[in-house]
């Protein structure tokens, strides 16, 4: 396990032999570093945080610290770090705020420099946050989404799969899977096509996403009546279950122009 001398690594943390943690590091008691993750360097890790092999933490990212909740008064709370996701410089990843409550980041992400992920968060696998993406508390980003830079969304809202969102947008509602999304506040523009493509959604997958997407967004009528719809129509594949599931389950209701 090379360790720089100028770091300093709690005794009773677990890191794994094959972990580097590089100069001015910081490794807390109650964390958890797997097989080669790499801290680069003045990389602060505190909490009850875990670390997924594989993982790339590069300088003065902090990770596993306390809320901003100024309800937190010191429970433990949880931060787990899937596999081989890359934090960049000054990230930050905060823990929850309740006894016993997580934030997560998935495996395989790209969160780029100055983002930041409140407390409860929940980052699906294979997301990418560009610079300065900012998730308030409760925000649950789903598989393969991508936040453009200088986004903000706000507390509770949810960001399907594979939908994308425009630089500096404000997000105040759900964005369903397979959306793009802009503007300020943000509203779905229309289907992330070339994600869907990029994913090699199969074609007639992609059809019945389109239909969809001309029922909810398209025909004049309020969600409800357009979901009720949707669901007369007898589709099949299971991207337009997800599409349906996530917008029946929506608290803040879907963002619409």
Not at 22 to 27: D, H, K, L, N, T
Not at 218 to 229: D, F, I, M, R, V
Request: net charge neutral; charged share 20%.
């Amino acid at each position: 396990m090379p360790v720089h001398p100028t770091a300093i690594v709690h005794p009773k943390a677990k890191i794994a032999e094959s972990a580097d943690i590089g100069p001015y590091c910081v490794v807390h008691e109650n964390v958890e570093l797997g097989e080669n993750v790499r801290l680069d360097s003045h990389v602060v890790v505190d909490g009850w945080t875990t670390i997924g092999e594989g993982c790339r933490i590069h300088p003065f990212a902090s990770i596993g610290g306390d809320t901003q909740d100024l309800k937190f008064k010191g429970e433990k709370t949880l931060v787990k770090i899937g596999a081989n996701t890359t934090l960049r410089e000054y990230v930050t990843v905060n823990g929850g705020t309740a006894e016993g409550t997580e934030t997560v980041v998935g495996s395989g992400c790209h969160i780029m420099a100055y983002a930041h992920v409140a407390h409860e968060c929940i980052v699906g696998n294979d997301v990418i946050i560009a610079n300065c993406g900012t998730l308030a508390g409760h925000v649950v980003v789903e598989d393969k989404a991508v936040i453009g830079g200088l986004v903000a969304i706000h507390q509770f809202c949810r960001i399907g799969e594979m939908s994308i969102i425009g630089g500096c947008s404000k997000v105040i509602q759900d964005i369903p899977p397979f959306m793009m999304a802009d503007g300020h506040p943000a509203v779905v523009r229309g289907l992330n096509l070339v994600g869907l493509k990029r994913r090699e959604i199969a074609s007639e997958s992609q059809k019945e996403i389109k239909q969809v997407f001309k029922t909810i967004y398209k025909s004049g009528a309020n969600t409800s009546n357009a979901l009720a719809e949707v669901k007369k129509q007898g589709f099949h594949s299971k991207e337009v279950e997800k599409l349906i599931e996530f917008i029946s389950t929506s608290q803040r209701g879907i963002s619409k122009p």
